[in-house]
Structures are given as C-alpha cells and as structure tokens.
C-alpha cells in the first residue's frame, strides 16, 4: 500500500504543495488502492481512472505554471452518486434512472471542480438516498471495511466505506435523516451534516426537499471543514439556499472553545435506547471534553420518542411527490407498453427497488385525502415541536452530545426483511434534519468486537465552525481516527 492513501487531504495538500508529490502520483496511489479492493468492498459504482488521472495531471501543469486554483488542486475527492453533472452518470442507486447523464452540473460539483478538486469516481448508496444500510442498491451492497460481512451504514455508505478503507480521502455525501453521520459513524471516519440551506440543493436529486443537504465525510475534522469550505455559500438557484457569507472553517480550528457547555439529552442516554457498549464510549468521550475544560449538562429534547415516526411520515410524503417524475418518459429506464399508461405504471414497476415503492406508497396515503390531518399535518406540527426543543435545550448548552448510532454495523441482510428495525437505528440522527440544525459524527472508540463507534455533536443554526472547533479538540486528544481496518 503506497504511503500516499495513509495521508488526509490536508497533509496531501501539504506535499503537493511543498512540491514532495505530484497531483498525478496521488491520484494514481488512490486509484491503485481502489482498484485493489473494490472486488470486496463495492464502495464505488463508477471510477474514472483515465479521466481522472488526465485532470490530474493538468493540475501539476498548471501548478507548475504558478496557477493554483486552490490548496485541494488536484487532490482527489469521490462522490456519491446522487449529484448531476454532464461529466457522470448519477442513477440514485437505481434502476429506473439506467444510464442517466444530466444536461447540467449540481453547484457543489461546480464548486469542487472551480476549486481544481479531481473526482476519481462516484460511491454506492442506498435507492434514492432511502435506507440506513447501503443494501438498497441496483449496484449491489457495499460491504464495511471493518467487517466485509456488516453493512457500512446508508445512505452514503459507498462515501464512508470509501474514505475508510483510504480509496479516497474524502468523499461528498447527502444527509436526509442521517446518512452521512450514521454511515461514518459505523465505518469509523467523520461525517459533517451542515445546516439546512448552507450547501446548494442545486442538482442534488431530491428525495426530502426539506431535509437534504450536502457535506463532507473525511477522516479528521480538519479535512472535513476543507471540503465544506469548498462546497458551502449561497445560490441563487436553491430558493432554500441561505444568503450568509461563509467563514474561514479551517481558522476557526484553532480557536478551541473556552467554556463550553456540552448538553447531554437525557432522552437519548436513557439506558433502553442504545447498546450499553455505546453509552459507555459517548460518555468516554465527553470526559475528555471535561478534561479540556467543558462543562457537562443535562438537557432535555422531549419530543425525541416521536422524532421517527414524524420524519418517516414527512420525508415519504414529499418523496412521493419529488419522485413522480420518474414515469419512463423524461428519464432514465422505460418499460415496453401498449399504452401510455400501461408504460408509466410498467416502468415504475420494474423501475424501482421495493423500499422506494414502499415510500412512495406510504407518502401518497399520508398526504391523501381524509389522512392528511391525522398523518401529515400532525408530523408537521411534532416537526415544530422538535425545533423548540432544540431552541430550548440551546440556552443552557452550546452543543448536543449523543450517540450517532444506537448500535454498530450489523451483519450484512439482518434487518433487510425488517423495515421498522432499520427505521428505529435512525432515532438520534433524524430530529437533527427535522430542526435543520447542523452535525457532526466523529469517531468515539470500538465495541469490544472491534466495530467503530460515532459520538455525535449538534450546534444552532450556522454554528459549524463551533461545531468543527470540538470535533477538531476531541481528535487532538484522541487517536480513533487514525485506526485502519486491516483489508
Ligand atoms: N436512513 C434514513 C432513511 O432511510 C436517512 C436517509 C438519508 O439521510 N438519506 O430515510
């Protein structure tokens, strides 16, 4: 294995910078580590060797000329294949978008490539972003490094799985309830969801418009903040978009915070909700935040017991919507029919995977007539209520401390045949999307079999930088991240 893969972004930066590598040899060392072991991990579902090898290559001409687009230029990055652009294909993980290539580019695509960023390749996910294992995939399943016979966690499980096993750096995912933090939780790497409306929507395939966002999954904090200052800023083409400047992410690591006040959600800790190997390490690792100089306190989020059946009724109400247009005529995957309608409910049918049907099934009952009230609205209204008790809980502490995940990576089609087993592993995870607030899963340990281990830290609205300044804190005190699972 080249000594090249070992690094983060940043000391690559570093290397390339001082002229000690070259942007091709880090590329090709990805590729080749890639290449290796992609017949057991099934993280990618295209790598573009040639072409990447190619920018690559343009960057060390460029640079050698003194124009350096920026600090990342020509450093590689992969991408999960739920992002457009007419340079990939981007099928969502599904069948019914086959061979899809978009006219356009998502604006965090754009911004990465403005940045000089090479992708080498696009990562495996769950159907639409809709799973929590990375086994809802037309590609097939993607395996966790940790243990090739667990799953990596999902959506975004092809992007942890990925940045686990040094195929690439870092990688983009989509966070709609949980998939990047509960996926890099499992695979042992850091993944950033950040506020609502911080990162464009822009060419994001939507499956929750009011609940996706882009962000980074790396393995240290440090690299994570990189990339969200490439992606992040506003865009007048995502109406949700947030019209606030963004700050120096990478600067605000080395102001660590003084005084901090970590909030700990009695509801989350209660010894029920979660492996007791898992209390043990969240609770390890706000110690050495105490021992820094942060202060513990009890807070309280009581609407968290409802927090999974609002998200599941809100998310499949507007995936069922955003999803009608998959009907075989505009993109992707058509049936043979001897009608039009015949052919919209033929392709829809083969098109798609069962859990996407079972969404969109669930969504259209919940917002139609007569069930709209009891359903929908009531989730909205518990939406509200979960907002407020974050506001709440915020004025007695600066961040939340939770378990990203009630359990570790669990063995490969367990809970596939079990739709509300895979629901519940989304409890801590989901009420930060249903508040639009921002965060951070970092690597808090191992259970005793050796699966890794995420504490979770949630800031306000915008406080990713506070956010970032504890997650970089608590690697400077710890080693976690720097774990490799053997392959
Ligand atoms: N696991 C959750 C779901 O299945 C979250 C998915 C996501 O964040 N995209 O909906």
Known sequence: M?????????????????????????????LDRSDQLEGRLGAFVSLRREEALREAEDADRLRARGEVRSRWHG???AVKEI???????????????????????????GRVRE?????????????????SSCENSAHGVTANPWDLSRVPGGSSGGSAAAVAAREVPVALGTDTGGSIRQPAALCGVVGLKPTYGRVSRYGLVAFASSLDQVGPIARTVEDAASLLGVIAGHDPRDSTSMDVGVPDYAAALDDPPTGLRVGIPREFVAEDGADPEVLERMHDAVRVLEAKG???????????????AAYYLICTAEASSNLSRYDGVKYGFRSEAATLDEMYKRSRSEGFGAEVKRRILLGTFVLSAGYYDAYY??????????????QRAFENCDVIATPTSPGPAWPLGERVNDPLKMYLSDVFTVTVNLAGLPALSVPCGFTSAGLPLGLQLIAPPLEEPRLLA????YQRETDWHQAAPEL
């Open 2 to 30: 080249s000594t090249l893969v070992s690094r983060s972004l940043c000391e690559l930066a570093q290397l390339v910078n001082a002229g000690k590598a070259s942007c091709r040899e880090v590329t090709e060392a990805f």
């Open 75 to 77: 450093l590689p990055l």
């Open 83 to 109: 992002l457009v652009s007419p340079n990939l294909e981007t099928t969502c993980g599904s069948r019914i978008l086959r061979g899809f290539r978009a006219p356009y580019e998502a604006t965090v695509l």
């Open 115 to 131: 940045a000089g960023m090479v992708v080498i390749g696009t990562t495996n996910m769950d159907e639409f972003a809709m799973g």
């Open 294 to 308: 942060a202060k513990t306190v009890e807070v309280s989020l009581p609407h968290t017991p409802y927090g999974v």
């Open 377 to 390: 609205r009531k989730a909205q209204q518990v939406r509200t209520l979960i907002r407020q008790d974050f």
């Open 470 to 473: 504890v997650g970089h804190t």
